[in-house]
């Protein structure tokens, strides 16, 4: 069974911080998801990974497969960033291939 | 294009009462998921669609039914209310009914209290 462990589960930065948020997963993954929600409870997708790295605005985001691990990257953080990020990986092993395994999601808070 | 609507956005049940939690989408995606999402833990998938007429269980399926008679539709059954339902409910649908690689667009959720 794959499962994924983000840390940290809190993390409080000042503004103009650079921000890392990580993702681990245990099994082989065909794809790795980072995910939004925002304070009123929406949740957006920002980006789906199957290798080396994507860039969009400040947020990077990097996986390394050999490592089971990805990473998320705001650069300049803003207080408009504070949300709730959450990865998911979906396994091309698990019983459907359609469903994703989600981590527990980082809280993260951008002071001004 | 709205995306995907649910409603209610907030609900109070008693136990042992029933409700259906609506879901829609107007971008004709084939895959459509129900999840609950609780403190400290990571969203969990209820039941799942890859087209209309076809379901299947997810993780946790106890509970609750569904139907798909048309692609744009999802509704969520809970038969008999518990305190244990006690959640935040996302709809979410994708274009593809076969990869885990496809974009996920999320309801707004709804929330639900069992007393």
């Known amino acids: 069974k794959n499962e994924v462990e983000q840390s940290p589960q809190n993390l409080t930065a000042q503004e103009g911080e650079f921000i890392t948020i990580n993702c681990s997963y245990s099994?082989?993954?065909?794809?790795l998801h980072w995910l939004q929600q925002h304070p009123g409870g929406g949740i957006v997708s920002l980006f789906m990974?199957?290798?080396g790295k994507k860039k969009h605005g400040r947020l990077i985001a990097t996986i390394n497969i050999q490592e089971k691990h990805s990473s998320l990257h705001i650069t300049a953080s803003h207080p408009r960033d504070s949300a709730v990020y959450i990865c998911?990986?979906?396994?091309?092993?698990?019983?459907?291939?359609?469903?994703?395994?989600f981590g527990s999601g980082t809280q993260l808070t951008v002071l001004p | 294009n709205a995306g995907v609507t649910q409603t209610p956005k907030f609900q109070v049940l008693k136990t042992g009462q029933s409700m259906t939690l609506q879901c829609a989408q107007d971008m004709n995606h084939e895959y459509m998921s129900w999840y609950r999402q609780d403190p400290g833990m990571g969203l969990r998938l209820i039941h799942y669609?890859?087209?209309?007429?076809?379901?299947d269980q997810g993780e946790v399926p106890n509970g609750y039914n569904v139907s798909r008679s048309t692609t744009e539709d999802f509704p969520l059954r809970l038969l008999s209310a518990a305190p244990s339902q006690t959640s935040v409910y996302f709809c979410?649908?994708?274009?593809?009914?076969?990869?885990?690689?496809?974009?996920?667009?999320f309801g707004p959720g709804t929330r639900l209290t069992v007393l």
């Open positions: 998911a990986s979906g396994s091309a092993s698990s019983g459907s291939a359609r469903q994703l395994t």
């Open positions: 099994v082989g993954i065909s794809a």
């Open positions: 979410a649908s994708s274009y593809s009914s076969g990869s885990v690689s496809d974009t996920q667009y």
């Open positions: 669609s890859v087209g209309a007429g076809i379901t």
């Open positions: 990974l199957s290798s």
